[in-house]
């Protein structure tokens, strides 16, 4: 198992490096004040944007480019520190063409996209001139089992009429938004990995209404919150179905695996400013006479938050190395483990700052308390940690459950 960098990643973490600290961060101040104001990504990103593509720093996260595609075709190991670069910020992954939800859309638009919907859809979001969304989560029912959903696609004549109700759908509202990727049922007899389909609904198409934003904790996400949407009597033609018929669980799962390592990678991004941070609010922060870096409850804080970044990078690593070297087969328990322990690593390093910022921490005037609301609600979206508890129990292998008796000490062991 090998965990090295290629020189080639190695070269662009540090022209990725570069780029963010003399050109991204520098703009955070800017780019939050504009998008408070406005609601739209200020005009210096479309700047950025054509700079960071001049630099070949555009479409780091899409290993299956093909030769004609606009990219730099990284493994998944390759791009894994990439991405925690680009998390320092949250609007940061969008400077490089990387961010949810897009980067996982035009992952199953390669894998199962016709020509023609490549060419309509694939091709724009691969430029980074368009916006998308997934829509799967439904507010009736626990959208973690998928044999729950509820939102129906039936066929007539050439089209299908789609029916249904989706909720914190990220991406929808945002200006750009050109389509919703929706997942319903075209087969309700069907097994339960043969119900769902996925099909492209445009915006704008007669039926799909947003309802209404859903601000998680209160707050919204970068250039619009999560929204709620409708869709009665939606009808579009059967060629906007992605894959074949009934192959919507297959396709969002395969949609799953690369997409979990970016959002961890990512969320560990965060994790490490939120450690600098600290460090930083220890020293210049004095009370009862002195830092409150010397007192050893801080001190704990910050290398406890040290060594849990390094452990759940390390096992990021090992999914992305297991992902590349054999698919999602080969990574399946990992891909479950990594969504598990960085959204807890996650949500304990955030705390830690809030509390060490104290009343600060609460406000916006750090990035702690949007670093725990999204920590929170990583526990919950993507699969729930219990959902992927309960695989990783089924997957716990059974070489040794036989011989356990050998292993017991006491009148009934040994």
């Not at 101040?29 to 408070?36: D, G, K, Q, S, T």
């Not at 799962?253 to 991004?269: D, E, T």
């Amino acid at each position: 198992m090998d965990f090295r960098f290629s020189d080639r990643s190695m070269v662009l973490q540090q022209s990725l490096e570069d780029f963010f600290r003399a050109e991204v961060l520098p703009r955070n101040r800017e780019w939050h004040a504009h998008v408070a104001k406005d609601g739209n990504a200020p005009a210096f990103l479309e700047t950025l944007k054509a700079e960071a593509r001049r630099r070949g720093l555009w479409n780091l996260g899409l290993p299956d480019l093909a030769a004609d595609q606009p990219g730099t075709r990284l493994t998944n190991l390759e791009f894994a520190p990439l991405a925690a670069i680009m998390g320092r910020l949250p609007w940061a992954p969008i400077v490089f063409n990387c961010n949810a939800p897009n980067v996982p859309n035009m992952e199953i638009l390669q894998k199962f996209g016709s020509v023609e919907q490549k060419r309509q859809w694939l091709a724009p979001l691969l430029d980074g001139r368009i916006w998308t969304a997934f829509g799967m989560t439904e507010p009736d029912v626990a959208s973690s089992d998928a044999r729950n959903i509820r939102t129906r696609i039936r066929k007539d004549g050439g089209d299908y009429v789609i029916d249904g109700r989706k909720w914190f759908i990220s991406g929808a509202a945002h200006p750009g938004c050109k389509m919703v990727l929706v997942v319903g049922v075209t087969d309700p007899d069907g097994s339960s990995a043969a119900k769902h389909s996925i099909v492209i609904v445009p915006i704008g198409t007669p039926g799909l209404e947003i309802v209404r934003a859903l601000p998680i904790f209160g707050r919204g996400e970068e250039l619009g919150a999560p929204v709620e949407l409708v869709l009665r009597n939606v009808r579009v033609p059967q060629s906007n179905r992605l894959g074949e018929e009934g192959a919507g669980f297959a396709m969002g799962q395969a949609r799953l695996g690369v997409a979990r390592i970016h959002h961890c990678m990512r969320s560990l991004g965060s994790c490490d400013v939120l450690i600098q941070l600290m460090r930083e609010r220890s020293a210049s922060r004095r009370a009862f006479g002195r830092p409150i870096g010397d007192f050893a409850n801080v001190q704990d804080a910050i290398a406890l938050s040290r060594i849990e970044v390094e452990q759940a990078k390390l096992l990021v690593y090992k999914t992305a190395w297991l992902l590349d070297e054999g698919g999602p087969e080969a990574a399946r328990r990992e891909i479950s483990m990594i969504k598990v322990a960085v959204a807890r690593t996650y949500s304990a390093i955030a705390d830690r700052a809030v509390q060490i910022f104290g009343a600060m921490g609460v406000s916006d005037d750090t990035p702690a308390s949007a670093a725990y609301t999204a920590a929170r609600t990583m526990r919950i979206y993507d699969g729930p940690d219990e959902v992927h508890l309960r695989t990783l129990f089924r997957l716990e292998p059974h070489e040794v459950v036989g011989e356990s008796a050998h292993y017991l000490l006491g009148e009934r062991g040994l």
